[in-house]
């Protein structure tokens, strides 16, 4: 316990404290118990989401308690956020996605060991509260004056839309949880990011205003991508943790594809890599960049963490024969759907010719084209190569009934989906 924070600080997680030197000494002579809330505002997480479950996750082994918020209640309000007014869901649909993120949370916790998580939903503690209970035993503890100052709020009330009552209230629910949790727990950490210092700061505020307690607030820096905006739905680039939503073979391309400029930073976070792993790994990436051991390093623990072993394997066998000399007939059905997804290309028949084909998948823009490059040997179908342009493509080249992947040399390739 007495180095978590040391380990935090070290591996790029740590943006702000309420006080760090308190915050120091209460890890080194804990168990503390922490938590962090999750608002079901789409049917699954986000990579955004899964920095805090990371970071649960390493309080956790460390020794201490942690706790997961599921949102119900104040996600049926929603965060205020700086652009617009957040469309409300219903109450039957906020509750099956706060049933679809308790299940999702599940792998990256401990629930049953000598240590176990908890998971709680603030509907439990708040729906039975009236709007005077509410307005008398919590409204008082907090000042317009500063609640008009958190950046969303005060970026909303400079625009002509303004902000509801709704959302306006929404960080004394926030803050009433962390109040909750303190005194049903114990709970005196709270985790969250950085955007968020605002409402966690509104929590260990109305502990003190009403108990007469310190309490503790850490956040973590958003992290970016290399244009340096934050990920999440709202930014409309989730990186979500629902197969479903996100396939296995996106997300292991999508961390196989940072840029350099921003792997190891990734991997100190992200993952379990040791400091001497991760100097080797920066060495690599310094020495031979072309090689993207870091990139691969990252995209495989990553993937891993959320999806599991088969899983990755069976994206980095889909990555090598997509681009690199694996054998693409060999992709299993959903593997070789999911890679196709991320293809650009077009619908194609059986007895289409590989001339015609080239124009109907975009790796050319005429018959004439398609034919120079079918005759300098820059065309393949699944890692076949054609030269051939009256060849005519049969059934057997969709694999699984899905697609046959054309490729232009080594790095531009697009999916002939077959025309239903």
């Not at 996750?57 to 942690?66: F, M, N, S, T």
């Not at 100052?149 to 303004?162: F, I, T, Y």
């Not at 991760?278 to 990436?285: C, D, P, S």
Request: proline share 3%; net charge negative.
């Amino acid at each position: 316990m007495s180095n978590i924070l040391d380990e935090l600080q070290w591996r790029g997680a740590v943006a702000q404290t309420t006080d760090e030197t308190q915050l120091r000494d209460a890890l080194a002579n804990g168990p503390l118990t922490v938590y962090c809330g999750f608002d079901p505002t789409a049917p699954s997480l986000h990579f955004g989401n899964l920095v805090q479950l990371i970071q649960l996750r390493r309080l956790q082994r460390a020794g201490h308690r942690v706790i997961v918020l599921v949102g119900g209640s104040t996600g049926l309000i929603g965060d205020p956020r700086p652009s617009a007014e957040r469309v409300l869901k219903t109450k039957d649909q906020t509750a099956q996605w706060v049933a679809r993120i308790r299940e999702q949370v599940q792998p990256f916790l401990d629930f049953d060991g000598d240590n176990p998580a908890i998971a709680v939903n603030n509907l439990d503690w708040t729906q039975g509260i009236s709007a005077l209970d509410f307005l008398r035993d919590y409204g008082k503890h907090f000042r317009v004056n500063g609640m008009i100052k958190k950046d969303a709020v005060a970026a909303r009330l400079n625009s002509e839309q303004g902000i509801s009552y709704t959302e306006f209230s929404y960080q004394i629910l926030q803050a009433l949880d962390y109040l909750h949790l303190f005194r049903e727990y114990g709970c005196t950490l709270q985790l969250g990011g950085s955007d968020q210092w605002g409402n966690l700061i509104a929590g260990s505020d109305l502990i003190r205003s009403v108990e007469g307690k310190s309490v503790h607030v850490l956040t973590s820096p958003l992290l970016t991508d290399a244009s340096g905006q934050k990920y999440g739905k709202s930014e409309g680039n989730a990186i979500w943790l629902d197969a479903q939503m996100t396939s296995p073979y996106a997300f292991y391309q999508y961390f196989l594809n940072v840029e350099d400029s921003e792997v190891i930073k990734l991997i100190k976070f992200m993952t379990d890599r040791t400091k001497d792993e991760i100097a080797e790994l920066e060495r690599a990436v310094a020495e031979e960049p072309f090689k993207r051991v870091a990139q691969k390093t990252l995209a495989a623990d990553v993937t891993t963490l959320v999806h599991g072993e088969a899983a990755t394997a069976g994206a980095i066998a889909a990555s090598e024969a997509m681009f690199g000399k694996g054998d693409v007939t060999a992709l299993d059905a959903r593997t070789l759907r999911d890679a196709v997804a991320e293809l650009p290309g077009g619908e194609v028949s059986p007895g289409t010719t590989l001339t015609d084909a080239l124009i109907a998948v975009g790796i050319a823009e005429s018959r004439n084209a398609a034919r120079r490059l079918i005759g300098d040997g820059a065309i393949s179908v699944n890692n076949a190569k054609l030269d051939d342009p009256e060849h005519e493509l049969s059934a057997d080249d969709f694999l699984h009934g899905v697609a046959a992947i054309i490729k232009r040399g080594r790095k531009h390739q697009a999916a002939a989906r077959l025309a239903h």
